[in-house]
C-alpha cells in the first residue's frame, strides 16, 4: 500500500505560480510511476502531468504544456507539479497519483493510490 499527501495549493492570482508537492509513504519501493490529475466543479477529472519514478519519461495535457513541469525526488519519495502563468480555467481539486504499474501515464486506470487533494483557485 502507499499513501500520498499532497499539498501547496491555494489562491492565486492568473499570471502566479504555484507548486503543489505529493509525498508518498508506505510501499515507495513499487511505484513505477506518478501523475496529477485535477477536477473541476461540475466536470470530470482530467489528466495534468505525470512522470515515471526514474524520472526518465513525462508526459503532460496539452492545456497545461510550456506551463506547468512535474518532477519528482526519489530521495523524498516526492512528486513536484510545478505550476506557472495560471489561468482560472487551472481552478480545480488536484488530486496526487501513483501506479505500481507500467503503462500508459496519462491513463487514470493505471493508478492504483490516490491523495485527498488539494484545491487550487485562479482568480480573474
Known amino acids: 500500500q502507499v499513501q500520498l499527501v499532497e499539498s501547496g495549493g491555494g489562491l492565486v492570482q492568473a499570471g502566479g505560480s504555484l507548486r503543489l508537492s505529493c509525498a508518498a509513504s508506505?510501499?515507495?519501493?513499487?511505484?513505477?510511476?506518478m501523475g496529477w490529475f485535477r477536477q473541476a466543479p461540475g466536470k470530470e477529472r482530467e489528466f495534468v502531468a505525470g512522470i515515471t519514478s526514474s524520472g526518465g519519461s513525462s508526459r503532460y495535457a496539452d492545456s497545461v504544456k510550456s506551463r506547468f513541469t512535474i518532477s519528482i525526488d526519489n530521495a523524498k519519495s516526492t512528486v513536484y507539479l510545478q505550476m506557472n502563468v495560471l489561468k482560472p480555467e487551472d481552478t480545480a481539486v488536484y488530486s496526487c497519483a501513483a501506479s505500481s504499474r507500467l503503462g500508459m501515464l496519462t491513463w487514470e486506470g493505471l493508478y492504483d493510490s490516490w491523495g485527498q487533494g488539494t484545491q487550487v483557485t485562479v482568480s480573474p
Open positions: 508506505g510501499r515507495t519501493s513499487s511505484i513505477y510511476g
